[in-house]
């Protein structure tokens, strides 16, 4: 059974607040707790739920490990996937310097960027490279997930490098709409400026500013 989009990303939001919860030592969680943190209608929660089979529901709530299991296996989060880094300016350079990247599900194996120079001088553990390399680094290192911090004139460029080594999912924080012309990539575009513009329309509108 297809899992539309807007449900996946639900549950992927959900599966970090269960990562949150279970940290926390709490056992159960209810539709309406679970809708009040993640913004939504527990009637869209519990219709969510449905793609995931049986989710270990208690008199108090769904039981927080089970469902976090449930939504592992479903998306495939019990699996560890590669992923990159392109663009190693401070963003980038955070990013790979920042624990919180490395999780049991992601591992950061190479960082990619143009300047030589700075590749020379970076103190980084993870093995870095210049940008004419994506293709075979991609393709020898079976790296599926890429992050792209770069300029937006390069963006578009550096993407089919990384479709061309066979790379499967981008996330894209440069500051240009890339496209991939293969179907079977799939690529997230995150606009700061815009979620800002976005969060500022609504408060606007709620207090009647406009």
Same mark, same amino acid.
């Given at each position: 059974?297809?899992?539309?989009?807007?449900? #996946?990303?639900? @549950?992927? !939001?959900?599966?970090?607040?269960?990562?949150?919860?279970?940290?926390?030592?709490?056992?159960?969680?209810?539709?309406?707790? *679970?809708?009040?943190?993640?913004?939504?209608?527990?009637?869209?929660?519990? !219709?969510?739920?449905?793609?995931?089979?049986? &989710?270990?529901?208690?008199?108090?709530?769904?039981?927080?490990?089970?469902?976090?299991?449930?939504?592992?296996?479903?998306?495939?989060?019990?699996?560890?996937?590669?992923?990159?880094?392109? =663009?190693?300016?401070?963003?980038?350079?955070? #990013?790979?310097?920042?624990?919180?990247?490395?999780?049991?599900?992601?591992?950061? %194996?190479? =960082?990619?960027?143009?300047?030589?120079?700075? @590749?020379?001088?970076?103190?980084?553990?993870?093995?870095?490279?210049?940008?004419?390399?994506?293709?075979?680094?991609?393709?020898?290192?079976? *790296?599926?997930?890429?992050? @792209?911090?770069?300029?937006?004139? &390069?963006?578009?460029?550096?993407?089919?490098?990384?479709?061309?080594? =066979?790379?499967?999912?981008? %996330?894209?924080?440069?500051?240009? %709409?890339?496209?991939?012309?293969?179907?079977?990539?799939?690529?997230?575009?995150?606009?700061?400026?815009?979620?800002?513009?976005?969060?500022?329309?609504?408060?606007?509108?709620?207090? =009647?500013?406009?």
């Amino acid at each position: 059974m297809a899992i539309p989009r807007p449900t #996946i990303s639900r @549950l992927c !939001k959900l599966y970090s607040l269960l990562e949150e919860m279970n940290e926390r030592g709490q056992l159960t969680l209810s539709s309406n707790d *679970i809708g009040k943190r993640l913004g939504v209608g527990s009637h869209n929660i519990r !219709k969510d739920l449905t793609y995931l089979g049986e &989710t270990g529901t208690t008199g108090s709530g769904y039981d927080i490990k089970t469902l976090k299991e449930q939504i592992s296996r479903c998306l495939g989060f019990d699996r560890k996937r590669k992923a990159c880094i392109v =663009g190693l300016d401070k963003t980038g350079t955070a #990013i790979l310097s920042n624990d919180m990247f490395f999780s049991k599900n992601f591992d950061i %194996v190479a =960082g990619f960027d143009s300047n030589i120079n700075r @590749l020379e001088t970076l103190k980084i553990d993870i093995p870095l490279y210049p940008t004419y390399d994506i293709p075979v680094v991609i393709r020898r290192e079976r *790296i599926e997930l890429a992050l @792209l911090t770069l300029s937006g004139e &390069t963006a578009q460029i550096v993407t089919e490098k990384l479709i061309d080594g =066979g790379i499967k999912g981008i %996330v894209n924080f440069s500051p240009v %709409v890339l496209s991939s012309s293969d179907s079977s990539v799939y690529i997230s575009n995150v606009d700061i400026i815009n979620e800002f513009r976005f969060l500022s329309a609504l408060f606007t509108l709620d207090r =009647g500013e406009a």
